[in-house]
C-alpha cells in the first residue's frame, strides 16, 4: 500500500503539518488543500506520481490541524517558525506614509503633469504612482495635467497625448479628469494682467544679461519701478505682436534680496514666434507662452490640488510660485519632495530616446533597450510589478538607487505563480536516444505546484529499426556532454551519451525512474519532440534574437500571454504565429 508508506514517513508529515498550520494562520484558521499538495510536490517531485496518496494524507493532517481552535494554531506557530510571523508583519506595514494634514481638505487631489514630448519611462513611474496611489487611497481625485506650454524647445508632439494616456491605462492609474495647459492660455493671461495691474509683476525689456547682472547685486532692472499702466501697455504690445521673440518678458516680484538668485523676480510668460514654431495643438493662435512655474502655479491652485508629490528638484521652483501665491492672496498646496531614483543601467535620456528612434537605432519606443513603459509592457514586465516596487521605495526625501534586477525580481514574484512553463530549446541540436523499450508519454505539469492546472503530454516513440528516436536539446547543453555521462530528459527518462555524432549527440536509453537520475546526480535537460514543434525567436534585452524551437503546446499561445520557458526565463508572445515572437522579460 502506498498510501501506508507515505503515511510512515514521519519527516513527511511533519513537512505537510508545518504547511498546514501556516496556511491555517493565514486563512482564519482553515487550510486549503491545493497549495500544500502544491508546495510538496514543488519541493519533492519525486512525489508527483503519488499526488492522489499525497492529497490523501494532506486531508488527513488538515482535518487535524483545522479542527485546533485558532489561538492554538498562531501559538504552535509562534513557538516553531516565529520567523514566518515576522515576515507576515512586515509585508503588512509596506504601505505608503499618510499624507500631511490630509484632514484638513474635503477631498484630496493630486496631479501626474508630463510635457507630452515623449513617451513615458521609469523615470516618471515614482510621480504616477504615488500621486495615484494616494488619491485612491484617500478616495480622491487624480488628474493628468498636459503641460505642454513650450512650441520651441521641449515641443510636444500630437502622438505623445495618446501615447501618455495608454502608458497610464496600462500602470492601472485612473484618471479622474483631465486638462492640457495649451487649451487654457485665456487664463494665463487673466492672472498675468491681474498681477500687472496690482504692481505684482511686470514686463521687462531688458537684454537677459544685464538683467541678471541686476539681479545678482540684488538691484531692480530700469523696468519694475514703473508704474502697472505702463506695464499693462506693455502687455497689450507683447498680445499684439509688437515684440519680437525675447523681447520682452512678463516677471513676477519676489525678493531682490532672497539668498537665492534663481527666485529673484523669475520670469512668467514670454514670446514664442509660432509663425515659426507653430504649436501642434493650437498652431500660431498664440504669440505669449506662460513658462513652467507660471502654467503649474496658477493650475495647482485653480485645479484644487490639494497635495503635491514631486521630486526634490523643484524645492526651488516651490519657493518661487509662493510668491506668485502671496500675491493673488492663496494658500499653496501641501508639497511632498521626494529623492531622486535611479535606476542603474536604465536609459532614460528622453532627448536621446527620440534621437535614437527617429534615427533608426531603436526599433521604436518600445525598443527592448528602453526602459519606456511601452518597452516593458512589450517584454512582459507587470504595472504590478512597477507599481509594489514604487509603494516600496515610498516618497522618502532620500536618493534611492535600484536596479534592474530589483524590478525584475518584483516581477518574477508575481509572475511565478500565475504562469504555464514550456519547453524551449535555443540553438537546437539533435539528440539521438537508440534502444527505446516502449513507447513512453511524457506528462509535463503547466506549473509544478499547481498540478490542477493540467499539463502538456508527449508520446515518444521509435521512429527507426534501431528503436532510435530523435530529440532536440540546446546546442550548449549537448555541447557539454562526455560520453559515458547521464543526463535526464526531463519528465521523461534517463540516457547514457555515447558521442557526439555528425549533427549532435548520440546516447541510449537507460530508464524511466527519476530516482535513477537522482542517485547519479545527472544533469536535467529540457527537450523536444525533433518531428513535433513550433520555430520561435525570443528578442533579448540587448536586442540580439536567440532562436529555437518551442514544444508543440505553444502553438496553442496567444499574443499577450506571458509564460516561463523553463531553464530559459519568462517571455512575452508578441506574434504566435507563422513564428513564435517573444520578448525576454528576465530570469
Ligand atoms: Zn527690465
Known sequence: MQALALENNKELVDVIRKAALLNAVQHDGKAQTGPIVGKVLGERAELRPKAKELTALVNAVLDEVNSLPKEEQRRIVEQNWPETLKKEKIE?????????NASKYVQIVTRFSPNPDCVLHLGSARAIILSHEYARAYDGRFILRFEDTDPKVKRPSLVFYEKIREDLKWLGCQVDEEFIQSDRLPIYYEYAEKLLRGGNAYVCTCIPDEFRNKAIDSKPCPCRNLSPDEHLKRWKRMLNGNFAEGAAVVRVKTDLTHPNPAVRDWPALRIIDTVRCPHPRVGSKYRVWPLYNMAAGLDDHLLGITHIIRGKEHLTNGVRQEFMYKHLGWKYPEAIHYGRLKITGAFLSKSKIIQGVNEGTYSGFDDPRLATFAALRKRGITPEAIKKMIVDVGPKPADVTLSWETLYSYNRKLLDAKTARYFFVPEPSTLVVKGLPKVFCAKLPLHPDQPE????????????????????????????????????LMELFNVRIDGKAADGVSAHFVSEAYQDARDAKARLFQWILADDNLHCRVVMPDASVTVGVAESACKKLKPDNVVQFERFGFVRVDEAAPVLTAYYAHK
Open 92 to 100: 503588512e506595514e509596506k504601505r505608503l506614509p499618510p499624507l500631511p
Open 453 to 488: 492546472r493540467g499539463h502538456r503530454a508527449y508520446t515518444v516513440s521509435a521512429k527507426h529499426s534501431d528503436m532510435s528516436v530523435s530529440i532536440l536539446i540546446a546546442m550548449k547543453d549537448a555541447e557539454s556532454t562526455e560520453a559515458g555521462e547521464m543526463v535526464r
